[in-house]
C-alpha cells in the first residue's frame, strides 16, 4: 500500500510507541531515513542505526564465547545489538536500513529478533521498536527480495511515494532557496525520476534535489551552475532548472514588490508567479507582512488564488510569528483567509 510521507509519518507515531514493528519500501533518496528520524525525535526516542548490508550473522547473535572451564560456551553481544540490548529509561528505534540488500544469512538472523524480541538467551528491552526500510528490487539497488519469514514479522508493510507537497513543507522548514522551491512546484513530475539505464549518472530525488539546494547558497559562479546541478540531478533536469532561474532572475525583486504592492506588476505566466510567490514567503517578516498580504489580496482579484495562498501559507510555516500579526489575524476575514483555511 502507497503512503504519502505525511502518512508514513503518522503510522510511524501510532506504531512506535506500541512496539509495533514497520517496514517501509521506496525508491532511493525519497526521504525514508528522515522520516524516521523526524518521528524519533518527536516521540522522545534515541536512534540505533544499523546497515545489514555489511553486517554477517554473528552481529545479530553475538560471538561464542567459552566458559572459564571450557566445557561450555555462550554468546556475547558487541557494537549496536549490545547497545539495543542494554537497559536504558529512554525508549529506542531500531533502525534496520537497506534491509533488502542484506544476505539471506544475515536476514534469517535477524527473524528471532523482530518477532521474539530476543536472540538466544538474552532478551530485548520492552522499549525497543523495529523500523526497517529498503529499496525495491526493480530500483538497480542491488535489492535481491526480503524473505517471506522476515517479512511476516512486521505488523505493516507500505510502501512510501515522494509528493512535492511533503518536499516543499520540508524544505520551507529548512530554509531551502526560493528559487528551487518555486522550480519543483512548476515541474512537480522532476521531483523523482526514475532512472532508466545502469550508466554513472544521478538522476532526480528528493535527496539529489537536497544535495542541490544546498550548492545553490555556496556562491558557485554562472558558467559551472550547469555541470554542477547536472552531477547532482542530471543533465536534463539541470537544464530545466537553469532555464527557470533566468526568469526567476529577472523579475522584480521583493523589495521592489514591497515597495509599491497596491501597483506592483502580477506576472502571467505560471513559471514566473511561482518564482513571485516563492520570493515573496521567504522574504516576509512581521515588519512588511502587511504589505505581503496586499500583494496576496491582489494575487486573488486576478484570478490567480492558488498562488496567493502559496505565498501566505509557505510564509507563516517559515515564520510562525506572522500567524499572529494584526495583518495576518485582519485577514482571516476576507478571500486571502478562506484560501488559507480551505
Sequence with gaps: MQVTPQQLTDILTTYVPRRLPVLVTGAPGIGKSDIVAQVAETTGHELLISHPVVEDPTDSKGLPFASADGGSARFLPFGDLERALRPSATPLIWFLDDLGQASPAVQAAKMQLLLARRIGEHHLPDNVTFVAATNRRNDNAGVSGILDPVISRFATVVELVPTIKGWTEWAVRNSVAAELIAFLRFRPDLLSVR??????????SPRSWGFLAKTMGAGLPTDLELISYAGSVGEG???????????????????AILAAPDSAPIPEKFAALYAIAAALAMYSTEANFERVLVYAQRLVASGHSEFAALLVTDAVRRTPALASTHAFIRAQAGPVGALIHG
Aim: proline letters at 10%.
Design 195 to 204: 532512472k532508466s539505464t545502469r550508466d554513472i549518472e544521478s538522476t532526480p
Design 237 to 255: 533536469a539541470a537544464t530545466e532548472l537553469i532555464a527557470f532561474l533566468q526568469i526567476f532572475r529577472e523579475l522584480p525583486s521583493p523589495d
